[in-house]
Nanobody
Framework: VQLQASGGGLVPAGGSLRLSCAAS????????MGWFRQAPGKERDFVAV????????YYADFVKGRFTISRDNAKNTVYLQMNSLKAEDTAVYYC?????????????????????WGQGTLVTVSS
């Protein structure tokens, strides 16, 4: 599985940005796609996850109500719509594909649940 993340950039506080992650290779509708982020000098944190089949989602508490994860099965692409951005959202955002698949999304918040990672896309929010 190969993942290509895009859509990062510089945005003012309060603004919006949409990230994309295109998946290719041997993907399965039973798997889940997650977004993580890593701020400078900090560990990588879970942001959100979506199940390819059915589209169920699960979010980290700090993004609930501001970020929305979605997918386009026809394009094999997952999106992260980020609204009301804050300076503390500045980070490199990574998409990831889990293996093996698990239907309990709340159990998919750790990095070790994901075997495939995109290259990361930088989001900078200016205050």
């Amino acid at each position: 599985v190969q993942l290509q993340a895009s859509g990062g950039g510089l945005v003012p506080a309060g603004g919006s940005l949409r990230l994309s992650c295109a998946a290719s290779g041997r993907t399965s509708s039973q798997n889940n796609m997650g977004w993580f982020r890593q701020a400078p000098g900090k560990e990588r944190d879970f942001v959100a996850v979506i199940r390819w089949s059915g589209g169920r989602t699960y979010y980290a508490d700090f993004v609930k109500g501001r970020f929305t994860i979605s997918r386009d099965n026809a394009k094999n692409t997952v999106y992260l719509q980020m609204n009301s951005l804050k300076a503390e959202d500045t980070a490199v955002y990574y998409c990831a594909y889990d293996s093996p698949p698990l239907s309990i999304l709340s159990a998919r918040t750790g990095e070790s649940s994901y075997d495939y990672w995109g290259q990361g896309t930088l989001v900078t929010v200016s205050s």
